[in-house]
């Protein structure tokens, strides 16, 4: 099992077929779909499919989301981390995006934050990327505050799925900027 990252209070490692449960639990409540499209998963082999997907991309891009586990109950918790994106959204393509998605009795604890600024500095610091994006719904007022608060920089709106986001930037400078003030 390979670790990433690891803050004061999580563990954050690949994904692993035996996470099934987890993600199940994760992506079949509709409220952690509310800005994703409203299309939570139905079945534990749809989350199956997700973690296979995931891992394959641990294969063939040499990164991927990355389970969130706590450190104290060793309980799966969602998954954070960066993910190489292929496809074309908001005109870029080939770029490093910051993500997270936890199970809902773990919202509001400050884990997301945690977890973006670790997937951050491993960016940044272990694969020496020049540039990080993320998006976020627009009514999405959670996510757009970690993002904020993680250092991240609104650069425009765009529309995803026909539903208004939006997008931020931070490249290394920033980072290592933010880090000394």
């Known amino acids: 099992m390979m670790i990433f990252a690891e803050t004061d209070r999580l563990l954050l490692r690949e994904i692993l077929l035996t996470d099934v449960d987890g993600i199940f639990e994760l992506d079949s ?4 779909h509310t800005y994703l499209g409203n299309k939570p998963l139905k079945n534990r082999a749809q989350a199956l499919e997700v973690i296979k997907y995931i891992r394959q991309q ?3 891009k040499g990164i991927g989301r990355w389970a969130m586990i706590d450190k104290k109950t060793n309980a ?14 908001n005109n870029y393509i080939d770029y490093y995006d910051l993500g997270y998605r936890m199970i809902k009795k773990f919202w509001g604890k400050g884990y997301a ?3 973006a600024v670790a997937s951050l500095t491993y960016g940044f610091q272990k694969l020496k ?3 990080i994006y993320a998006a976020a719904h ?29 997008w ?14």
């Open 76 to 89: 799966f918790m969602g998954w954070t981390g960066l993910k190489l994106e292929n496809k074309p959204t």
């Open 129 to 131: 990327l020049k540039d």
């Open 113 to 115: 934050t945690e977890s």
């Open 58 to 60: 641990y294969i063939e």
């Open 168 to 181: 931020y930037h931070l490249d290394c400078n920033q980072w290592n900027q933010n880090k000394k003030s």
């Open 29 to 32: 409540d509709p409220d952690v």
């Open 138 to 166: 627009i009514e999405n007022i959670g996510s757009n505050n970690v993002l904020k608060k993680v250092g991240m920089q609104h650069s425009g709106t765009f529309l995803y799925d026909n539903a208004p986001h939006n």
